[in-house]
């Protein structure tokens, strides 16, 4: 199916009451469900389901076999590597209904989460963060942090173009491809 402001494959399906923004693609098995917000030039690869009322801002690109649970809300240029997944109970039983339960999950403006990673229910993730390949993220991560592991500890910090900064005595570093300036402040990274 095709729309003048947005295209889906015909092996996708887009439940009624979702929001999809202009330029944005939806793959080949995907399932859009209800009351989902996808914002302007969004990627949404094969295999992906987006659950109820989930938020994706504009510029969000999701790799193929992706799960976005009820819950979660991922800024503008946010990227998901292939089969990571959001969890949204902490304490999951089959027999017990916690669908009124679901723990909220931010992924701030320009993070990236790197391919099969888990992003456990709760915990927002920095603006320009940066989670590697496989992390199991269990506590808040901060904006520019990069973290890895599991469970995911943060090794350092990125800049906003996803390269690893290098403070130096004075705690300034330059992104090597950008110039641009950066200050390591009490444990938090800002752009200069």
Excluded at 140 to 155: F, S
């Amino acid at each position: 199916m095709e729309s003048k402001d947005y295209s889906v494959h015909p092996s996708a399906i887009v439940d009624e009451g979702c929001e999809i923004g202009k330029g944005t693609k939806i793959w080949h098995f995907s399932h859009i469900m209800p009351n989902c917000q996808i914002g302007e030039n969004c990627n949404i690869g094969q295999n992906v389901v987006v659950s109820p009322e989930v938020i994706l801002g504009n510029n969000v690109k999701v790799q193929n076999n992706v799960s976005i649970y009820t819950g979660v809300i991922c800024e503008d240029d946010v990227f998901l590597g292939p089969s990571m997944v959001f969890t949204n109970v902490t304490n999951p039983r089959s027999a017990v209904n916690r669908r009124g339960q679901y723990a909220k999950t931010t992924v701030k403006r320009g993070a990236s989460i790197g391919a099969n990673a888990t992003i456990v229910c709760g915990h927002d993730i920095g603006r320009f963060a940066f989670i590697g390949a496989g992390a199991v993220v269990t506590k808040h991560v901060p904006d520019y942090a990069l973290v890895v592991g599991n469970p995911a500890k943060q090794i350092g910090w990125m800049s906003e173009f996803g390269h690893r900064l290098k403070f130096d005595e004075n705690g300034e570093a330059i992104c090597e491809e950008s110039n641009d300036k950066y200050k390591l402040s009490n444990n938090r990274v800002f752009k200069v």
